[in-house]
């Protein structure tokens, strides 16, 4: 059951993508580079990649909600796998972010959910339409 919806899939990837980026500071753990880095970087990776996705918080709107729900997935597993993989003493954010990045892909919905959303592949495809001639009304 896909109980989260796009706008509220934007606030979660969105704050959890910054949290990501803050962590390390706040967890004071920058002087682990590599379980600061790999936070780092999946928190930039999940704010550009939701910059770029085609629902009610993206600016660019090149990427599917299917294709964005497959990477935030893939993201997950890697930062859940990528500590224990690497040998790294610490892993509980690493953990948790992974968690909510594989959950949050789990129960969101596939369609933006604003009402008369038509996408932006349905205005390329609306804007080729309209090149065409319409076909004369039919009378039965």
Excluded: C
Excluded at 3 to 15: C, E, F, P, V
Excluded at 27 to 42: K, R, V
Excluded at 55 to 68: S, T
């Amino acid at each position: 059951m896909k109980i989260i919806n796009t706008k509220l899939r934007g606030l979660i990837d969105y704050t959890s993508g910054i949290a990501m980026i803050l962590t390390p500071w706040i967890g004071n753990f920058t002087s682990n580079t590599m379980a600061s880095y790999l936070l780092i970087i999946t928190g930039i990776i999940t704010v550009i990649h939701s910059l770029a996705t085609d629902y009610e918080f993206g600016i660019v709107n090149q990427i599917g909600m299917k294709k964005h729900i497959k990477i935030d997935m893939l993201l997950g597993i890697l930062i859940v796998l990528l500590p224990m993989i690497l040998n790294l003493n610490i892993y509980i954010p690493h953990l948790i972010f992974g968690t909510i990045k594989l959950v949050a892909g789990i129960l969101t919905q596939n369609n933006p959910s604003y009402k008369g959303y038509q996408g932006y592949n349905y205005k390329k495809f609306e804007d080729s339409y309209n090149k065409f001639e319409k076909f004369p009304s039919m009378k039965y």
